[in-house]
């Protein structure tokens, strides 16, 4: 659905230039940098961001969540989480070039279970004439999209877990 219509795009001879679609575009990739290589990051109080309990290791996100502090990001992950934005920027920008909206890009949700507050920030909703859908984009080695595409999404990595909390929220 959002795929085809970026592939439709980026194989036809109709690009368009959209000033809006580079503001835009330099604004999110501004914050990126400043997010992820120029300030700390500073949790919202008395929230459990959805990560922490959509983590591979549970052991992790519960000594984060009781206040145990770890170790401090290393340069490779926060570069591997500048490069996840960049991506996200990329498809959020060509989706719009082919005319899909993506909505709500990042805006903070918040959902109350079980006396706790959960956190998240999908990356969007899109509407396709029929219905809403949650859009999470994410990156993915070539040796995962593989795995993707021969045996479906599975639940390993808590993606499926956050769309759902994200849905709910």
């Not at 079980?114 to 993915?140: A, C, H, S």
């Not at 795995?147 to 929220?169: K, M, P, V």
Request: charged share 25%; aromatic share 14%.
């Amino acid at each position: 659905m959002i795929v085809d219509k970026i592939k439709t795009y980026l194989n036809s001879g109709n690009k368009t230039y959209s000033q809006s679609v580079i503001d835009q575009a330099y604004l999110k990739f501004k914050n990126s940098v400043t997010s992820q290589f120029m300030k700390n990051r500073e949790p919202y109080p008395s929230h459990i961001y959805t990560t922490l309990v959509t983590k591979k290791c549970a052991r992790q996100s519960a000594y984060t969540y009781h206040g145990f502090q770890g170790e401090p990001l290393s340069d490779r992950v926060m570069i591997n989480f500048f490069t996840g934005d960049i991506i996200e920027l990329t498809i959020l920008m060509l989706a719009e070039l082919a005319g899909v909206k993506i909505e709500s890009n990042n805006e903070h949700l918040t959902l109350e279970y079980g006396g706790q507050t959960l956190t998240n920030r999908p990356d969007g909703i899109f509407f396709d004439g029929k219905e809403w859908f949650n859009v999470e984009i994410k990156k993915m080695s070539d040796y995962a999209y593989d795995s993707f595409e021969r045996e479906g999404l599975d639940d390993s990595w808590g993606y499926e877990t956050q769309q759902n909390i994200e849905i709910e929220a």
